[in-house]
């Protein structure tokens, strides 16, 4: 049996805007979700701008704060840590961001941005580090002393991944870590990712609007609809057999392999045309092996 290096359960985020009662408005960013990401996969997590993605990703990483349920990392309640024991974990759980060159200290070399996070190390024994995954994804020479204005995007992208790997994590929430890049680099940022995980047996979360990019490096994929989890399956089986009509909503989207036109198109996905109606009455039913989908009860 796989064993999980996350356990959600009914975690809820709501956020709250404006001072008095009147002006106060509440929105449920995250809704009574409950999933498990397993060591050494990587989990896709799908759905239309808004729907929470970003918020769930932060929540799992302890950044942000839950109003109910309970998220366990390897079986220890991150949100009910000391902050002690939260340092202690702090290198274990990483993230990947979306924009390479605004993630990155423009007045730091590449190799002082991967040395920085080894705060444990002697500067030698870090540098030392830093220049041995630095040479893993394929940024070495000269080119360690650079500063990020001199770098590419995607070589930028490297550098952060480079950040995020160095200090041997064993979760990283991938946070549209391609939908700046174009799609020949995207390619090989996607290859790296993979070979990074085999080597470092790293577990991914991969958040993305380009539903091309998480069926390939994807082994499930869960969807949300307005931060309420509606199905979770493996992903061809996903793609072949979708079960939830929000599912089929965002697979007839026809996903553009170039990710910017990915994001405009689920972006521009008009609420007024089509929306979907979830009670707070549902249960989960098993389509196939390991693919459920949510039913929900009519009141």
């Keep these: 049996m796989t064993e999980n290096i996350i356990d959600l359960k009914n975690v809820t985020k709501v956020f709250t805007n404006g001072k008095g009662r009147r002006e106060k ?14 060591k050494g996969e990587t989990l896709g997590l799908v759905g239309e701008s808004g729907s ?37 974990i702090a290198n274990q759980l990483q993230i990947i961001f979306q924009d390479p060159y605004s993630a990155l200290n423009p007045r730091m070399t590449a190799l002082e ?8 190390l002697s500067k030698q024994e870090a540098r030392e580090q830093a220049r ?17 204005r001199e770098f590419s995007g995607g070589q930028r992208q490297r550098i952060g991944i480079a950040r995020a790997v160095v200090s041997k994590p064993e979760f990283i929430v991938c ?3 391609t939908s700046a890049l174009d799609v020949s680099i995207q390619s090989q940022i996607l290859t790296l990712l993979k070979e990074l995980q085999e080597e470092l047996n790293l577990s991914y979360l991969f958040i993305s609007h380009d539903l091309s990019v998480v069926r390939h490096i994807s082994d499930r994929i869960a969807v949300l609809y307005h931060g309420k989890l509606v199905e979770i399956a493996p992903a061809e089986h996903l793609f072949d057999h979708p079960q939830h009509a929000y599912t089929k909503y965002l697979l007839n989207a026809k996903p553009e392999l170039d990710p910017k036109l990915a994001k405009e198109k689920l972006l521009n996905i008009d609420e007024s045309v089509q929306t979907f109606d979830l009670s707070d009455q ?10 459920f989908v949510r039913v929900d009860v009519e009141a």
């Design 113 to 120: 941005l991967v040395s920085e996070p080894l705060l444990k």
């Design 52 to 88: 929470g993605k970003t918020t769930l990703g932060r929540i799992i990483l302890g950044l942000e704060s839950i109003d109910s349920g309970l998220v366990d990392f390897k079986g220890r309640s991150i949100h009910h840590l000391s902050s002690k024991e939260r340092r202690d």
């Design 282 to 291: 549902f249960e989960w039913q098993e389509f196939g092996k390991d693919h």
């Design 25 to 38: 408005i509440s929105v449920t960013a995250v809704d009574e979700v409950s999933l498990e990401i397993r």
């Design 175 to 177: 946070d549209e870590p």
């Design 132 to 148: 041995a995954i630095l040479k893993l994804v394929g940024i070495e020479g000269d080119a360690v002393h650079k500063l990020p």
